[in-house]
């Protein structure tokens, strides 16, 4: 007996591993795909993927990610799992999330290198469509680039001092440009020439410009501009009148957004965000919070208003060319209104207190104190899905965040100065940040790690944007080169 008892003990038990499970799928929002099914435990995120679009009738496959609790399942369901611990009497969710259909190539090589600029490069932006190229300069032009054959298409000269920033309309029709003297000044993008008068009013210089989203204006004719007198203005660029003068701000205004629900969001170096109604200039919330100054904000919006009525992704053939305006506002508005359902806007504001915070537009209260940079953060983005929030720090590095609560996903670290700015792909699925290093650099997003190094500036680089349809990537700085880089 006594040496059956031992032999008992030399051998440890072994757990019997359940083959099958029962499973449902599950949305982000919580949406059942189907009733639960018995999955085997070895299932891959291939067979997931077929399992997953069969459920939901897809005609085209998409790929998912696929998560349990907040793990990713990357291999298969029993190397995420314990299943030694797993309760599995009872269904397991496994939540599913689509992945962009298309993918953003990373940037690898630079295509060209445009001089032109007499002095550095301040800001550059991509038209909505991809077709443009504008940038500021401190030698007080803005240029206008062609991007078929990467060369200097016009200059457009008007402004007395550095251009500050440039916005283009939701259209792509009109581009701003502000200066550090105060004045705004509309060109046309295909003649290069300035349209109607400069707008002036603004006693020191500009910090940002937004324009009114194009679902609720086609006509694109009203501009916000946020200044270091502390005020913001709206302007109604077609009578070059100056409509709404929103005084409140104790200090500079940093940043301004105009939101797709008629909102004006603005961060200033009083350390607040305020919102406004746009359409009266009435306070409507201040969101307290930060002990510093505040440098900018970014909206979970921004991406879909940015690009308006155009789909640079989906519709490389310019399908939007005959469609008439009643039609690619509709376009505009539902794609708004798949971002943002309920016009309930999050935002993301970065401080020289070495924070960020998230605020949702219903609510005084933060959502979430992001902390983890240990200095100045400089810029910040969310990403197009709307899933991830990225933001650059004079620390050296980026961090990745996750947008519904602000939780800390990652840090990129790789530049060795100050990083400065930094853009998404359309895909969501890279980041490029530019730094006082004089490098660009592409991470990505799923590995979590460098994807490319860009060297080739002679000095600081202080603009970086990666265009609407993911083709290319431009950069300029303090050595007066715009670089375009393509894969």
């Known amino acids: 007996m006594l040496a059956k008892k031992q032999k008992m003990e030399a051998e440890p038990e072994q757990i019997v591993v359940p083959h099958t499970l029962q499973a449902r799928l599950i949305s982000e929002t919580g949406e059942e795909a189907g009733p639960p099914i018995d999955l085997p435990s070895g299932i891959t995120t291939q067979q997931l993927g077929l399992i997953c679009n069969a459920l939901l009738k897809n005609e085209e496959t998409t790929p998912y990610l696929f998560f349990v609790g907040d793990d990713e399942i990357k291999k298969s369901l029993e190397d995420t799992l314990d299943l030694a611990t797993v309760d599995t009497e009872n269904v397991i969710d496994i939540v599913y999330q689509p992945q962009a259909v298309f993918k953003v190539r990373p940037v690898t090589r630079c295509t060209s290198s445009m001089p ?14 991809g077709a443009h190229l504008a940038s500021g300069s401190g030698d007080t032009t803005v240029r206008l680039w062609d991007l078929n054959t990467e060369t200097p298409h016009f200059t457009c000269t008007g402004h007395k001092q550095w251009v500050l920033c440039v916005a283009w309309a939701p259209d792509g029709k009109r581009l701003a440009s502000a200066c550090k003297a105060g004045n705004i000044i509309i060109w046309d993008p295909e003649t290069g020439q300035q349209v109607g008068r400069t707008l002036s009013g603004h006693k020191k210089h500009i910090n940002g410009l937004s324009w009114e989203p194009y679902h609720q204006n086609p006509e694109c004719r009203k501009l916000a501009s946020a200044s270091s007198d502390g005020d913001c203005r709206i302007w109604d660029v077609k009578l070059g009148q100056c409509l709404l003068n929103i005084a409140g701000h104790t200090n500079a205004v940093t940043a301004v957004r105009w939101g797709g629900a008629g909102m004006l969001y603005t961060s200033s170096k ?13 306070l409507c919330r201040t969101f307290s919070g930060h002990a ?14 940015r690009t308006g009525p155009f789909q640079p992704v989906k519709d ?21 209104q798949a971002v943002c359902p309920d016009e309930v806007e999050s935002l993301v504001s970065c401080s020289d207190d070495n924070t960020l915070y998230l605020w949702r537009n219903n609510q005084n209260k933060c959502v979430e104190r992001m902390t983890g940079h240990q200095n100045v953060v400089n810029d910040v983005k969310y990403s197009p899905d709307v899933k991830l929030i990225a933001s650059a720090s004079f620390d050296k590095s980026v961090r990745l965040w996750r947008a519904h609560d602000g939780q800390f996903i990652a840090t990129f670290r790789g530049h060795v100065q100050a990083v400065y700015t930094l853009a998404w792909s359309a895909d969501s699925r890279l980041i490029v940040s ?15 790690k460098l994807a490319q190094e860009l060297p080739g500036h002679a000095d600081e680089v202080f603009g970086v944007d990666w265009a609407p349809d993911g083709s290319r990537v431009a950069s300029g700085g303090k050595d007066k080169v715009i670089k375009l880089w393509a894969h």
């Open 116 to 129: 032109g600029h007499a002095e550095a490069i301040v800001s550059l932006h991509f038209s909505p469509n």
């Open 316 to 336: 490389r053939i310019k399908g939007y060319l005959n469609l008439s305006t009643e039609e690619l506002t509709a376009a505009a508005l539902k794609r708004y």
């Open 292 to 305: 510093h100054w505040v440098n900018n904000i970014a909206l979970s919006t921004d991406y879909v208003l």
């Open 434 to 448: 530019g730094s006082k290093d004089s490098t660009l650099k592409v991470w990505s997003v799923q590995s979590k």
């Open 270 to 282: 009083d350390r607040t965000v305020k919102m406004w109604r746009a359409a009266d200039g009435i």
